[in-house]
């Protein structure tokens, strides 16, 4: 199985201020054939399902806000909030969709200082 | 655009079994590039792929390791949902599961989109 780890597990950003959120997958997820890399990430706020932000390590979803970006290729990615707003408190998850079992990070937490 | 809708008991007896359905709006439960996961979150274990169905002439199924032996997802084309089984429960089992979408070597092979979740405790 495909490892995910993120960091920090939390941290506390100033209104405006950027976030940058770490993850790294054990092994490479980028499909060479395709040229993409399998990666994607979500937010979740409390009681509501985890919501695409991201998909193929760096296209945003339909809808998302363009403060939110995605970098990375092989087996490190990054998700930047340009400038944090109160309604991106959440907790951001990081996933691998390149094999079976497709897997997760542990998530990080985000919080306003 | 494609809906899940979760249904199904969220207070389960150890040893018991946990059934859950999720019905599909928006796409087909036959769909040749769709395939229709189970995934659940708790505290202990964070977000985990539980298994999926998904039909390519016919119907497969893959399953984790950790509830291979445990583990049924079935698909139901007369009323366009599938469901979930999971057999001899205990209070490990308490979690949040969801229902998702996701594509097998398509175009949209993330899980997306989510059903709204069912919090499902095991307790006597």
């Known amino acids: 199985d495909i490892v995910m780890t993120q960091s920090p597990d939390s941290l506390a950003v100033s209104l405006g201020e950027r976030a940058t959120i770490n993850c790294k997958s054990s092994?490479?997820?980028?499909?060479?054939?395709?040229?993409?890399?399998?990666l994607a990430w979500y937010q979740q706020k409390p009681g509501q399902p985890p919501k695409l932000l991201i998909y193929?390590?760096?296209t945003r979803e339909s809808g998302v806000p363009d403060r939110f970006s995605g970098s990375g290729s092989g087996t490190d990615f990054t998700l930047t909030i340009s400038s944090l707003q109160a309604e991106d408190v959440a907790v951001y998850y990081c996933?691998?969709?390149?094999?079976?079992?497709?897997?997760f990070g542990q998530g990080t937490k985000v919080e306003i200082k | 655009q494609v809906q899940l809708q979760q249904s199904g008991p969220g207070l389960v007896k150890p040893s018991q079994t946990l059934s859950l359905t999720c019905a599909i709006s928006?796409?087909?439960?036959?769909?040749?590039?769709?395939?229709w996961n189970w995934i659940r979150q708790s505290p202990s274990r964070g977000l985990e792929w539980l298994g999926r169905?998904?039909?390519?002439?016919?119907?497969?199924?893959d399953y984790a390791v950790s509830v291979k032996s445990r583990i049924t997802i079935n698909p139901d084309t007369s009323k366009n949902q599938f469901s979930l089984q999971l057999k001899s429960v205990t209070p490990e089992d308490t979690a949040v599961y969801y229902c998702?979408?996701?594509?097998?070597?398509?175009?949209?092979?993330?899980?997306?989109?989510w059903g709204q979740g069912t919090l499902v405790t095991v307790s006597s």
């Open positions: 193929s390590a760096s």
């Open positions: 092994q490479s997820v980028l499909y060479s054939s395709k040229n993409k890399n399998y």
């Open positions: 169905t998904y039909y390519r002439s016919k119907w497969y199924n």
């Open positions: 998702a979408r996701d594509e097998v070597a398509g175009t949209r092979d993330w899980f997306d989109p």
């Open positions: 928006g796409d087909s439960v036959s769909s040749n590039t769709a395939a």
């Open positions: 996933h691998q969709y390149y094999s079976t079992p497709k897997t």
